[in-house]
């Protein structure tokens, strides 16, 4: 693996990766359409990694812990950056967004890609987004990001939304947490810090610990 896995990374399954100790029936049924789980921001418990499992409608969440040697393949949202949906899907609004807004955000120099169901979908190729799906996106800030250049970056991603008929979340993800774009485009305004540990309010979101 090229780095210990993080929020948001998608994650393939070896084939002899036991069941899920505890988990609903309808989990079996989507591992075996799509052996993937998604790193969850949460502790690790005994040694292993929390992960997440989706079925194929919304209230399908499974929320698990599973050993590091399951690990087949590991797929970031920065690898799925640049992967694209089968042809007869492209036209959808949230791969339409996805498409429009790449050179704003890489004129930007920003570390970028797409999670949720376009980053399940471009990674696993099982058909997930809907005509209704927003764009989740995650955003790599390593350094703080000034507020005036986050509200200017809100309101181009927006615009663009906008024209595509689309919602866009987008999630800024700094060494040790993350954060709402569009709360921290306000000004002067605390925004809520989601860590491993618990959420937590925060003035720097750099600064916290």
Same mark, same amino acid.
Not at 115 to 139: I, N, R, W, Y
Not at 162 to 177: H, M, S
């Given at each position: 693996?090229?780095?210990?896995?993080?929020?948001?990374?998608?994650?393939?399954?070896?084939?002899?990766?036991?069941?899920?100790?505890?988990?609903?029936?309808?989990?079996?049924?989507?591992?075996?359409?799509?052996?993937?789980?998604?790193?969850?921001?949460?502790?690790?418990?005994?040694?292993?990694?929390?992960?997440?499992?989706?079925?194929?409608?919304?209230?399908?969440?499974?929320?698990?812990?599973?050993?590091?040697?399951?690990?087949?393949?590991?797929?970031?949202?920065?690898?799925?950056?640049?992967?694209?949906?089968?042809? &007869?899907?492209?036209?959808?609004?949230?791969?339409?967004?996805?498409?429009?807004?790449?050179?704003?955000?890489?004129?930007?120099?920003?570390?970028?890609?797409?999670?949720?169901?376009?980053?399940?979908?471009?990674?696993?190729?099982? &058909?997930?987004?809907?005509?209704?799906?927003?764009?989740?996106?995650?955003?790599?800030?390593?350094?703080?990001?000034?507020?005036?250049?986050?509200?200017?970056?809100?309101?181009?991603?927006?615009?663009?939304?906008?024209?595509?008929?689309?919602?866009?979340?987008?999630?800024?993800?700094?060494?040790?947490?993350?954060?709402?774009?569009?709360?921290?485009?306000?000004?002067?305004?605390?925004?809520?810090?989601?860590?491993?540990?618990?959420?937590?309010?925060?003035?720097? &979101?750099?600064?916290?610990?």
């Amino acid at each position: 693996m090229k780095h210990a896995p993080r929020p948001h990374d998608l994650l393939r399954l070896t084939p002899d990766a036991p069941q899920f100790d505890g988990a609903p029936g309808w989990v079996e049924a989507a591992l075996a359409r799509a052996p993937f789980v998604v790193v969850r921001r949460a502790p690790p418990l005994g040694g292993k990694l929390a992960v997440g499992v989706r079925g194929s409608v919304r209230g399908e969440r499974f929320g698990t812990w599973m050993d590091v040697g399951w690990i087949e393949a590991t797929f970031t949202p920065e690898d799925l950056q640049t992967r694209e949906p089968e042809p &007869p899907r492209r036209e959808l609004p949230a791969f339409t967004l996805m498409h429009s807004i790449a050179g704003m955000l890489d004129d930007r120099a920003l570390r970028w890609g797409p999670a949720g169901s376009a980053g399940f979908e471009l990674a696993s190729c099982l &058909p997930t987004v809907t005509a209704a799906s927003d764009l989740d996106l995650v955003v790599r800030a390593d350094t703080p990001l000034p507020r005036d250049d986050a509200a200017a970056l809100f309101d181009a991603l927006s615009r663009a939304a906008q024209r595509c008929a689309a919602r866009i979340d987008v999630q800024i993800e700094t060494p040790e947490a993350a954060f709402s774009l569009a709360e921290y485009a306000r000004p002067q305004l605390r925004v809520m810090l989601r860590h491993a540990a618990g959420p937590r309010l925060v003035d720097d &979101p750099w600064a916290a610990s």
